[in-house]
C-alpha cells in the first residue's frame, strides 16, 4: 500500500469530523495513547489486478473507552467506506468497498473495547 493512499484515508477520516490526523488518527500503528483513536493500518499490501486497476486493502481500527461510542464511530466509517467512489488524491480515483461487517475482536490492556472494519480500495483509473 502506498504511503501517499493510506496517508490519504486519514485524512479523509478526519475531513469528515473522526479527529485530526496525528492527534488521534494515526497510520501503520495504533499507539497506547490517547485512549479514544482511530489508526489505518495496511493488510497485506498492494497488489494489481487487470491493468489498469489497483486493489489496496487496509483495516480500521478504533479505540474508544465508551463501547457504545467506539460502536457508534466504527458503524460511521463504515457508512463512509460503503461502496463510496472518489479521488482518494490527484489522479487516482476510484471506489472503497467494505470487506467486513464492523465488529469487536479484541479488548486492550485498558480494557478498552476495539473495533475493526477491513476496506478494499479499487481504483478505476490512475491518470496521475
Not at 488518527?25 to 495513547?33: G, L, N, Q, R
Not at 466509517?77 to 480515483?93: D, K, M, P, Q
Request: a neutral charge; aromatic letters at 10%; one cysteine or more.
Amino acid at each position: 500500500m502506498s504511503v501517499e493512499l493510506i496517508t490519504s484515508v486519514a485524512s479523509l477520516i478526519g475531513g469528515r469530523g473522526f479527529g485530526t490526523v496525528g492527534e488521534d488518527i494515526f497510520t501503520v500503528i495504533m499507539p497506547e495513547s490517547p485512549k479514544n483513536c482511530i489508526a489505518i493500518i495496511p493488510t497485506g499490501g498492494s497488489r494489481r489486478g487487470h491493468t489498469p486497476n489497483v486493489n489496496t486493502a487496509f483495516q480500521i481500527i478504533c479505540r474508544n473507552e465508551s463501547p457504545r461510542n467506539g460502536l457508534t464511530i466504527i458503524n460511521s466509517l463504515h457508512s463512509v467506506f460503503n461502496n463510496a467512489w472518489g479521488e482518494i488524491y490527484t489522479g487516482l480515483l476510484g471506489r472503497f468497498t467494505n470487506e467486513s461487517e464492523p465488529g469487536s475482536f479484541i479488548v486492550d490492556s485498558n480494557n478498552h473495547f476495539l473495533y475493526n472494519i477491513n476496506v478494499t480500495f479499487q481504483s478505476a483509473k490512475n491518470y496521475s
